[in-house]
């Protein structure tokens, strides 16, 4: 295993990470902007009105996303057991 496989590796652990997180990431920043705008909009300042939507968001949305992650995570793990593979 030479530097360039070391850096194709690290690189594609990278891409799988954003692509496994990205979606709950995104969904979680759309919700909280959301709702920093509807308590500047109102003057409420309720700490339980940020966390609770962004619970039940990222909860919803990880229900959503988990088949895609699960594809994404297999398909990195199915080329790293063939780089294995390669190098022996």
């Known amino acids: 295993m030479n530097q360039a496989d070391v850096l194709e590796i ?35 300042q309720e700490m339980t009105l940020t966390f609770v939507p962004k619970i039940i968001i990222i909860f919803g949305s990880v229900i959503v996303f988990m088949p895609f992650m699960i594809t994404t ?14 190098l022996g």
């Open 73 to 86: 995570v297999l398909e990195f793990t199915n080329v790293l057991y063939d780089k294995i593979i390669g």
């Open 10 to 44: 690290s690189r594609l652990t990278f891409f799988v990470i954003l692509k496994a997180g990205g979606p709950i990431m995104a969904a979680g920043l759309a919700i909280g902007l959301l709702i920093a705008i509807f308590q500047t909009l109102t003057s409420i």
